[in-house]
């Protein structure tokens, strides 16, 4: 599971001590709410599902994705699924053989979602070797299912920007400047990364 609230909340006690920009932030919005994810496969295809579609369309074809597949999308059924069948639900050619990829990297025991290496670096190798699952969506699955404290997704673009406006910089930094701002808030990136998120979400006055 996600960082939880408590863990969530002394992440960001200990950033406040280190960047005084977060110290005076949360003074101004106050602590975000966890944001929390199941672990297994379903979470990652709800991201391929959800890849450059509105949220609304994603829930369509999910909830249609499961009324064909089978409460909690079984690998085993939908490995067997032509993409004529899963257009159904609403996947395109190139989403559903992302999904048959996840499936097939699960069911032959390649991929080991309840046992992923410890060492993020080498868990974002191990998911990103799926077909459709990019780093960003690696690093989003490891920190909202799996709660790892110091993933940073520095390419997310809603990161950059907010990352630029709490530190006061003249542009939105690049992917790389955002991950180097960031080096000394180790071990507790995770937490910056879900109150950048939620920076972005309010309007701060």
């Known amino acids: 599971m996600g960082l939880n609230a408590e863990d969530l909340d002394a992440g960001l006690t200990a ?11 949360i003074g101004r919005i106050g602590m975000p709410a966890p944001r929390i994810y199941d ?20 829930a369509a074809v999910w909830t249609r994705l499961e009324a064909l597949v089978g409460p909690g999308l079984p690998l085993d059924t939908l ?11 609403g996947l395109s050619r190139q989403k559903s053989a992302y999904a048959r990829s996840l499936a097939d990297e699960v069911l032959t025991g390649r991929l080991h979602l309840d046992a992923l290496p410890a060492d993020d670096e080498a868990a974002i190798a191990a998911l990103v070797a799926v077909k459709g699952i990019g780093r960003w969506s690696a690093e989003i699955y490891l920190l909202f299912a799996e709660g790892r ?9 809603a990161i950059q920007i907010e990352v ?6 003249p542009a939105r930094p690049t992917e790389r400047e955002t991950r180097a701002l960031a ?3 180790r071990p507790h990136r995770g937490a910056a990364a ?6 972005y979400n309010t309007l701060v006055l």
């Open 149 to 157: 404290p110091d993933v940073w997704p520095a390419g997310d673009l």
């Open 79 to 89: 490995a067997t699924m032509s993409d004529e069948t899963l257009r159904t639900a």
């Open 164 to 169: 630029g406006r709490l530190l006061g910089l």
């Open 194 to 199: 879900i109150f950048a998120w939620a920076h």
């Open 183 to 185: 080096e000394p808030w």
């Open 15 to 25: 950033l406040a001590a280190i960047e005084p920009a977060f110290a005076a932030s």
């Open 39 to 58: 672990r297994g496969h379903a979470t990652l295809l709800r991201t391929i599902v959800g890849q450059q579609v509105s949220v609304a369309s994603a």
